[in-house]
């Protein structure tokens, strides 16, 4: 069956204390592993798509990056904007598997 | 581009009242979800058209609920006799070539 598992499931840092967030999966057949951010009450945002083993993508303060395995969501230098939860996902068939999210809070 | 659009945001009904809910997903994107979103929970997987067919529904979707998509442009998700279970975000998604998903802002559903 085709599972995602997010830790941790929070997790506070200071502003400027750089972190990482893991996926791990399991899924046959891997067509995509996606990371969104999530605002309480709002629909989640896309932020990034890993097609394969060693894929990085970054975009400002998050750098995503992919193994067989898992994927990690590295965040260096966290502002309190970057306060979310953050969602994976992989790509079962034509539907998203999602995990359940690690809530990252950031204090200044 | 003004992204997917869902409307209503808000809904509070009582319990054996039937809902409906519309989407309205990015303009040339052929494929359309709908998923639910409890509290705590990442979102699951309900249904999924490409242009008018609902090409897959979940296990989750029981025979009170109903989707579709008449047109190949906006979708429509339909509980009847909801049930206090029913009370969770609903959330749409649009995707151009079946990868990449952009969701909506959902709408909140709440049964008393």
């Known amino acids: 069956e085709d599972q995602v598992t997010q830790s941790p499931e929070a997790l506070r840092l200071q502003e400027g204390e750089s972190s990482s967030l893991n996926c791990s999966y399991t899924v046959s057949g891997l067509r995509g592993l996606f990371w969104y951010r999530q605002d309480p009450g709002k629909g989640p945002e896309f932020l990034f798509t890993l097609y394969s083993a060693g894929e990085e993508k970054e975009k400002e303060r998050l750098k995503a990056t992919l193994t067989k395995k898992e994927s990690f969501l590295h965040i260096t230098a966290p502002k309190p904007e970057d306060s979310a939860t953050y969602l994976c996902a992989v790509q079962a068939g034509d539907k998203l598997v999602f995990g359940a999210g690690t809530i990252l809070r950031v204090k200044s | 581009d003004t992204g997917v659009s869902q409307n209503p945001r808000h809904k509070i009904t009582k319990r054996g009242q039937n809902v409906t809910f519309r989407c309205d997903p990015i303009s040339e994107h052929n494929r359309l979800y709908w998923y639910r979103q409890t509290l705590g929970q990442g979102p699951e997987f309900l249904t999924y058209?490409?242009?008018?067919?609902?090409?897959?529904k979940s296990r989750l979707l029981s025979d009170r609920f109903s989707a579709e998509r008449p047109k190949g442009s906006f979708s429509t998700l339909e509980i009847q006799r909801t049930e206090q279970g029913d009370s969770a975000m609903y959330l749409c998604?649009?995707?151009?070539?079946?990868?990449?998903?952009?969701f909506g802002p959902g709408t909140r559903l709440t049964v008393l």
């Open positions: 058209f490409q242009n008018e067919a609902q090409l897959e």
């Open positions: 998604a649009s995707s151009p070539h079946g990868d990449t998903q952009y």
